[in-house]
Nanobody, 123 residues
Framework: QVQLVESGGGLVQAGGSLGLSCAAS????????MGWFRQAPGKEREFVAA????????YYADSVKGRFTISRDNAKNTVYLQMNSLKPEDTAVYYC????????????????WGQGTQVTVSS
C-alpha cells in the first residue's frame, strides 16, 4: 500500500515558477514508478510527467516539455515537479500517482494517487 500527499501548489503569475512535492509512505516507494497528472475544470485528467523507479526513464506531455522537470529522491520517499514558465492553461489540480512502470503511467494506468494540490496561473 502506498499513500501519497502532494504539497506546493498555489497562485502564481504567468511566466513564474512553482515546485510541487509528493511525499509517499510505504516501503515499496523506491520500486514504484511515479508520475504527475492534472485536471482542469470541465476537463479530463491528463498525464503530465512520469519517472521510473531508478530515474532512468522520464516522460513528459508535449504541453509541458522543456518547462517542467520531474525528479525523485528515494531516500526521502519524495517525487518532485518543478514547473517553470507557467501559463494560464497550466491551471489545474495536480495529482501525484504511483504505478508499475513509467510507460504505464504515461498511458494513464496507475495504482495509487494523492488528493491533489491546486495550481492557479494568472495572466
Amino acid at each position: 500500500q502506498v499513500q501519497l500527499v502532494e504539497s506546493g501548489g498555489g497562485l502564481v503569475q504567468a511566466g513564474g515558477s512553482l515546485g510541487l512535492s509528493c511525499a509517499a509512505s510505504g516501503r515499496t516507494f523506491s520500486r514504484k514508478a511515479m508520475g504527475w497528472f492534472r485536471q482542469a475544470p470541465g476537463k479530463e485528467r491528463e498525464f503530465v510527467a512520469a519517472i521510473s523507479w531508478d530515474s532512468g526513464t522520464i516522460y513528459y506531455a508535449d504541453s509541458v516539455k522543456g518547462r517542467f522537470t520531474i525528479s525523485r529522491d528515494n531516500a526521502k520517499n519524495t517525487v518532485y515537479l518543478q514547473m517553470n514558465s507557467l501559463k494560464p492553461e497550466d491551471t489545474a489540480v495536480y495529482y501525484c500517482a504511483a504505478g508499475l512502470t513509467s510507460s504505464r503511467l504515461r498511458a494513464g494506468v496507475y495504482d495509487y494517487w494523492g488528493q491533489g494540490t491546486q495550481v492557479t496561473v494568472s495572466s
